[in-house]
């Protein structure tokens, strides 16, 4: 089945809107004729609207899943081209990731995944071009210049962040983290950049920038330190963490295991291309009108409508204040993700940096695809911002600008992440202060609505597995309240 969503280009094709994947749901819709009232309403089918609607059908709810598209997935999702999966969204895990880890070990796929990097044939080596000029070396050399650069941007206790965040998922435990809060990661690049090399500057700044996604200014130095925390404190625990392990037949090939689970219970009606429009919770249940005018009713519902797109659904009663604020400010990962079909073969073992002059900023030798050519991912962000299909000129030539000479382009896949109405970003990063201000509004229960999403996850903030310990969370919440309580029994 083809998605509406993303794009892909070849020379003898051009550019065309809309990519295969198994993650489409056809037909559309599962739903009784007869008005129905649900246990539950899940808004969204992405990672945390999966895992609640699984969670809730699974103990015994009647839940409607309610999706704007059409196909599951929301921020992660694959498309098969070719019988070759490309990541259009979240890609990466590992198994340091307890929900995600946990999933994967439940669905026995634990076999499943497999490495990004290859480095066994090939160029095998590093490319970083500056504005001092252009540099080609090892792979170890490559880790020795990040690592020494993010070393010193992080080590802001003499303990490379330990003392600031000794608990990952706990990261305000000590009160001092909220004042790196307040700091932007340019202001903590300011602060070190004595001591930083020309490469190394480049590397971490390039390395930053491949984290949020948004600028050095609107980067929050706190949540870089949380990522690193989340990590384990080192440049090669963020690789391996972040961009190292996928699955062989991509993530919609895991996100249907939910939905097929939570189908199998019989308890799961649902509606795909439904745009929700507003959710009134009238105190004994919540009436959800969908933009074109159904209207759905459950007990509760849940929301897993993305931190940048709450504000384009109308509640009543309205948000609170505190999390109207967080939704206007919204988080910076304005994430440009393209994936390039080289002829090259040998390119299978390049990486590479070009920074700052370019729209890609960071790629690596991501596969290779069945009719033999080298898949290299690449990232941009805001800092130097490109819709994809408005210019594929301008696309192609940011693509070969990573490597000069050797990115003779057969194919682009892409989907603008800035331009999806219901996300208008990719994953959660934040600004100075969002996070120390407003996490706890972002996270609170709205009457008979629980909101859920990655986006305010406590521990893999902004991941896969943050999404799923949050429809995990979801589920929980509204479990206890619907779930009779136990009969008393008397042992007297
Ligand atoms: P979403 O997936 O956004 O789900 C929300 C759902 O709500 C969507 O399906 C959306 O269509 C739906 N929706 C929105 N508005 C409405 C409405 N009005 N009516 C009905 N439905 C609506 N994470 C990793 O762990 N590893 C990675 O390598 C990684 N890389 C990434 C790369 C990119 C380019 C992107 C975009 C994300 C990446 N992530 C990665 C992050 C990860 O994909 C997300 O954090 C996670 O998928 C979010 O899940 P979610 O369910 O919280 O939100």
Redo the contacts with the bound molecule.
């Keep these: 089945m083809t998605s509406r969503d993303g794009f892909q280009w070849t020379p003898e094709t051009g550019l065309a809107q809309g990519v295969p994947s198994i993650g489409v749901i056809s037909p559309s819709t599962k739903i009784s004729s007869s008005p129905e009232k649900y246990d539950v309403i899940v808004?969204?089918?992405?990672?945390?609207?999966l895992t609640a609607t699984r969670d809730l059908t699974v103990a015994g709810l009647r839940v409607l899943l309610?999706?704007?598209?059409d196909r599951i997935?929301?921020?992660?999702w694959s498309s098969n081209i070719g019988d070759y999966p490309f990541e259009m969204?979240?890609?990466?895990?590992h198994w340091g990731q307890p929900h995600v880890w946990r999933e994967i070990s439940r669905y026995n796929m634990r076999t499943e995944l497999e490495e990004s990097f290859d480095f066994s044939r090939g160029v095998n080596h590093f490319q970083l071009r500056t504005t001092h000029g252009t540099s080609i070396m090892s792979h170890e050399e490559e880790d020795t210049i990040l690592a020494a650069g993010l070393e010193k941007f992080v080590n802001v206790d003499g303990d490379m962040g330990r003392k600031v965040i000794p608990y990952a998922h706990d990261a305000f435990f000590v009160p001092e983290a909220r004042r790196y809060d307040e700091m932007s990661a340019q202001d903590r690049v300011n602060t070190i950049a004595l001591s930083l090399t020309p490469n190394e500057r480049a590397s971490l700044e390039s390395f930053i920038l491949l984290c949020s996604c948004g600028t050095l200014e609107t980067t929050s130095f706190f949540e870089f330190l949380h990522w690193w925390a989340l990590c384990g404190y080192s440049y090669r625990g963020c690789m391996d963490s972040?961009i190292s392990y996928k699955f062989k037949k991509g993530q919609s090939s895991f996100a249907i295991k939910f939905f097929k689970e939570a189908l199998a219970t019989g308890r799961l009606s649902y509606v795909f291309n439904?745009?929700?429009s507003s959710i009134n919770d009238q105190g004994d249940e919540v009436t959800l009108t969908t933009r074109d005018g159904r209207q759905y009713t459950g007990a509760r519902l849940v929301s897993?409508?993305?931190l940048n797109?709450l504000n384009?659904?109308s509640f009543d009663p309205p948000l609170s204040p505190q999390r109207a604020t967080a939704t206007n400010i919204g988080h910076v990962n304005q994430?440009v993700?393209v994936h390039a079909e080289v002829s090259s073969k040998d390119m299978r073992s390049w990486t590479g940096i070009s920074y700052p002059f370019n729209k890609l900023i960071y790629a690596i030798g991501d596969g290779t695809t069945p009719s033999g050519n080298t898949h290299i991912v690449c990232f941009g962000g805001s800092s130097n911002h490109i819709h994809p299909e408005e210019d594929i000129n301008e696309t192609k030539k940011a693509v070969e600008n990573m490597a000069p000479g050797n990115m003779d382009i057969k194919r682009l896949v892409f989907h603008n992440?800035s331009k999806d109405e219901?996300?208008k970003g990719?994953?959660?990063f934040s600004p100075p202060r969002l996070l120390s201000t407003s996490l706890d509004a972002m996270r609170a229960r709205h009457g008979n609505v629980v909101f859920a999403?990655?986006?305010w996850a406590i521990g893999?903030r902004?991941?896969?597995?943050?999404?799923i310990e949050?429809g995990t969370r979801a589920a929980m919440t509204v479990m206890e309240d619907l779930r009779p309580a136990p009969a008393l029994r008397s042992y007297l």
Aim: aromatic share 16%.
């Design positions: 808004v969204g089918g992405g990672y945390s609207g309610v999706e704007a598209r997935g929301g921020r992660s969204g979240g890609t990466w895990v972040l439904a745009p929700v897993t409508i993305p797109v384009s659904v994430c993700k992440w219901f996300a990719a994953w959660f999403s990655s986006d893999w902004s991941f896969i597995d943050g999404a949050e």
